[in-house]
Protein backbone atom coordinates (compact mmCIF):
# COMPACT_ATOMS: atom_id res chain seq x y z
CA UNK A 1 0.00 0.00 0.00
CA UNK A 2 1.43 3.48 -0.83
CA UNK A 3 1.94 6.37 1.37
CA UNK A 4 -0.87 7.99 -0.37
CA UNK A 5 -4.01 4.97 0.57
CA UNK A 6 -2.21 4.57 3.83
CA UNK A 7 -2.78 8.71 4.65
CA UNK A 8 -6.35 8.69 2.33
CA UNK A 9 -7.44 5.54 4.83
CA UNK A 10 -7.16 7.84 7.40
CA UNK A 11 -10.43 10.18 6.35
CA UNK A 12 -13.09 7.85 5.56
CA UNK A 13 -16.35 8.75 7.26
CA UNK A 14 -15.19 10.12 9.97
CA UNK A 15 -17.40 12.60 12.86
CA UNK A 16 -15.37 15.34 14.72
CA UNK A 17 -16.50 17.61 17.54
CA UNK A 18 -14.55 20.59 16.66
CA UNK A 19 -12.25 21.92 14.18
CA UNK A 20 -9.04 20.18 15.28
CA UNK A 21 -5.88 21.31 13.94
CA UNK A 22 -5.66 18.66 10.89
CA UNK A 23 -9.10 19.48 9.46
CA UNK A 24 -8.66 23.00 10.27
CA UNK A 25 -5.78 23.52 8.36
CA UNK A 26 -7.19 21.21 5.17
CA UNK A 27 -10.30 23.46 4.73
CA UNK A 28 -8.35 27.05 5.23
CA UNK A 29 -5.69 26.17 2.64
CA UNK A 30 -8.51 24.97 0.19
CA UNK A 31 -9.38 27.76 -3.09
CA UNK A 32 -12.54 27.30 -3.80
CA UNK A 33 -15.50 25.65 -1.52
CA UNK A 34 -19.00 25.23 -2.11
CA UNK A 35 -22.07 26.45 -0.17
CA UNK A 36 -25.53 24.29 0.09
CA UNK A 37 -28.96 25.60 1.05
CA UNK A 38 -32.69 25.37 0.70
CA UNK A 39 -35.73 26.96 0.95
CA UNK A 40 -37.74 25.85 4.42
CA UNK A 41 -40.97 24.56 2.28
CA UNK A 42 -40.19 23.55 -0.75
CA UNK A 43 -38.84 25.44 -3.36
CA UNK A 44 -34.99 25.19 -5.19
CA UNK A 45 -32.18 23.61 -3.24
CA UNK A 46 -29.07 26.18 -4.51
CA UNK A 47 -25.27 25.07 -4.41
CA UNK A 48 -22.67 27.86 -4.94
CA UNK A 49 -19.09 27.40 -5.36
CA UNK A 50 -16.79 29.98 -3.61
CA UNK A 51 -13.42 31.10 -4.61
CA UNK A 52 -10.44 33.11 -3.44
CA UNK A 53 -8.74 31.61 -0.47
CA UNK A 54 -8.67 34.50 1.78
CA UNK A 55 -12.36 35.00 1.61
CA UNK A 56 -12.78 31.59 3.97
CA UNK A 57 -11.60 31.93 7.55
CA UNK A 58 -12.07 30.06 11.04
CA UNK A 59 -13.46 32.17 13.89
CA UNK A 60 -13.10 28.94 16.58
CA UNK A 61 -13.14 25.40 17.23
CA UNK A 62 -17.06 25.49 15.83
CA UNK A 63 -17.54 28.78 13.79
CA UNK A 64 -16.54 29.91 10.34
CA UNK A 65 -17.58 32.31 8.48
CA UNK A 66 -17.06 34.04 5.00
CA UNK A 67 -17.21 36.96 2.81
CA UNK A 68 -20.23 37.15 0.29
CA UNK A 69 -19.28 38.55 -2.68
CA UNK A 70 -21.33 40.63 -5.60
CA UNK A 71 -23.25 37.99 -7.82
CA UNK A 72 -26.65 37.41 -9.40
CA UNK A 73 -28.21 35.83 -7.12
CA UNK A 74 -28.87 36.06 -3.45
CA UNK A 75 -29.71 32.51 -2.67
CA UNK A 76 -28.06 32.00 0.43
CA UNK A 77 -29.10 35.04 1.96
CA UNK A 78 -31.94 34.19 1.28
CA UNK A 79 -32.21 30.83 2.34
CA UNK A 80 -29.99 31.04 5.76
CA UNK A 81 -32.23 34.38 6.64
CA UNK A 82 -35.18 32.06 6.38
CA UNK A 83 -34.52 29.31 7.64
CA UNK A 84 -30.42 29.13 9.07
CA UNK A 85 -29.14 25.66 7.36
CA UNK A 86 -26.51 25.53 5.46
CA UNK A 87 -24.06 22.77 4.47
CA UNK A 88 -20.30 23.83 3.52
CA UNK A 89 -18.58 21.12 1.27
CA UNK A 90 -14.25 21.70 1.01
CA UNK A 91 -12.53 19.13 -1.57
CA UNK A 92 -9.28 17.52 -1.56
CA UNK A 93 -8.01 18.15 -5.41
CA UNK A 94 -4.27 17.54 -4.83
CA UNK A 95 -2.53 14.41 -2.69
CA UNK A 96 -5.20 13.86 -0.15
CA UNK A 97 -8.24 12.18 -1.58
CA UNK A 98 -10.52 13.77 1.41
CA UNK A 99 -13.81 15.75 1.31
CA UNK A 100 -14.71 17.82 4.82
CA UNK A 101 -18.67 19.09 4.82
CA UNK A 102 -19.40 21.60 7.73
CA UNK A 103 -22.85 21.65 8.61
CA UNK A 104 -24.60 24.09 10.87
CA UNK A 105 -26.75 27.30 10.97
CA UNK A 106 -25.60 30.49 9.34
CA UNK A 107 -26.53 33.93 9.86
CA UNK A 108 -26.15 37.05 7.80
CA UNK A 109 -23.88 40.06 9.39
CA UNK A 110 -24.20 43.08 7.02
CA UNK A 111 -22.67 46.66 7.30
CA UNK A 112 -25.33 47.55 9.51
CA UNK A 113 -24.64 45.03 12.03
CA UNK A 114 -21.46 45.87 15.08
CA UNK A 115 -19.40 43.31 14.72
CA UNK A 116 -19.04 43.55 10.83
CA UNK A 117 -16.31 45.81 10.37
CA UNK A 118 -14.21 43.30 12.57
CA UNK A 119 -15.67 40.42 11.29
CA UNK A 120 -14.21 42.03 7.49
CA UNK A 121 -10.74 42.60 9.08
CA UNK A 122 -10.58 39.01 8.88
CA UNK A 123 -10.34 38.56 5.23
CA UNK A 124 -8.15 39.48 2.15
CA UNK A 125 -8.98 42.88 0.97
CA UNK A 126 -12.19 42.61 -1.97
CA UNK A 127 -14.27 45.08 -3.53
CA UNK A 128 -18.01 44.26 -4.05
CA UNK A 129 -19.00 43.13 -0.07
CA UNK A 130 -22.47 42.13 0.63
CA UNK A 131 -22.08 40.61 3.58
CA UNK A 132 -20.56 38.19 6.18
CA UNK A 133 -21.76 35.07 6.54
CA UNK A 134 -21.42 33.72 9.78
CA UNK A 135 -22.07 29.85 10.35
CA UNK A 136 -22.26 27.67 13.54
CA UNK A 137 -21.15 24.27 12.76
CA UNK A 138 -22.89 21.42 14.54
CA UNK A 139 -21.48 18.78 12.61
CA UNK A 140 -17.87 18.14 11.30
CA UNK A 141 -17.72 15.45 9.04
CA UNK A 142 -15.12 13.76 6.19
CA UNK A 143 -15.22 11.28 4.00
CA UNK A 144 -13.62 9.31 1.03
CA UNK A 145 -12.56 11.91 -2.09
CA UNK A 146 -11.41 9.25 -4.12
CA UNK A 147 -13.98 9.86 -7.19
CA UNK A 148 -12.87 13.67 -7.16
CA UNK A 149 -10.07 14.46 -10.11
CA UNK A 150 -6.93 15.41 -8.98
CA UNK A 151 -6.57 18.98 -10.07
CA UNK A 152 -3.20 21.86 -9.76
CA UNK A 153 -4.61 25.67 -8.83
CA UNK A 154 -2.94 27.73 -11.16
CA UNK A 155 -4.25 31.25 -9.97
CA UNK A 156 -7.56 32.93 -8.99
CA UNK A 157 -9.61 34.59 -11.31
CA UNK A 158 -9.58 38.64 -11.07
CA UNK A 159 -12.74 39.02 -13.13
CA UNK A 160 -15.34 39.30 -10.02
CA UNK A 161 -12.83 41.72 -8.18
CA UNK A 162 -11.92 43.48 -11.90
CA UNK A 163 -15.56 44.28 -12.12
CA UNK A 164 -16.87 45.35 -8.73
CA UNK A 165 -14.05 47.97 -8.87
CA UNK A 166 -15.63 49.34 -11.87
CA UNK A 167 -19.04 50.17 -10.56
CA UNK A 168 -19.71 53.44 -8.66
CA UNK A 169 -22.54 53.66 -5.95
CA UNK A 170 -24.96 54.09 -8.19
CA UNK A 171 -24.11 50.86 -10.52
CA UNK A 172 -24.05 48.74 -7.76
CA UNK A 173 -27.00 49.89 -5.73
CA UNK A 174 -28.83 49.23 -9.09
CA UNK A 175 -27.40 45.84 -9.81
CA UNK A 176 -28.58 44.60 -6.34
CA UNK A 177 -31.73 46.21 -6.27
CA UNK A 178 -32.24 44.02 -9.70
CA UNK A 179 -30.52 40.54 -8.87
CA UNK A 180 -30.51 40.43 -5.37
CA UNK A 181 -33.65 41.67 -3.76
CA UNK A 182 -34.92 38.28 -3.50
CA UNK A 183 -34.54 34.53 -4.05
CA UNK A 184 -35.44 32.56 -7.32
CA UNK A 185 -38.30 31.85 -5.25
CA UNK A 186 -39.68 34.87 -4.16
CA UNK A 187 -37.51 34.61 -0.91
CA UNK A 188 -36.42 38.36 0.39
CA UNK A 189 -32.66 38.69 0.02
CA UNK A 190 -31.12 41.99 0.69
CA UNK A 191 -33.82 44.80 1.81
CA UNK A 192 -33.30 48.16 -0.04
CA UNK A 193 -30.98 49.73 2.61
CA UNK A 194 -28.56 46.92 1.90
CA UNK A 195 -28.25 48.01 -1.34
CA UNK A 196 -25.95 50.85 -0.78
CA UNK A 197 -22.20 49.05 -1.50
CA UNK A 198 -19.56 48.66 1.64
CA UNK A 199 -17.64 51.81 1.60
CA UNK A 200 -14.56 49.44 2.64
CA UNK A 201 -12.95 47.13 1.26
CA UNK A 202 -12.04 44.01 2.81
Known amino acids: MSAEDT ?5 MGKVYERLDGRTREFIEKQ ?4 VATAPADGG ?3 V ?9 TVLDDTTVAY ?3 DGSGIETVAHVRENGRITL ?3 GFERRAVIVRLYGTGRVVTPHDDRFQELLARFGSHPGVRSVIVVDVDRIADSCGWGVP ?10 LDRWAVR ?8 YRARHNRTSIDGIPGLSPGESDPVTVRS
Open 48 to 56: SPKGYADTF
Open 7 to 11: ENRLH
Open 67 to 69: LDL
Open 44 to 46: RVN
Open 89 to 91: MFC
Open 150 to 159: MMTHTEDRST
Open 167 to 174: QDVQATRA
Open 31 to 34: PVFF
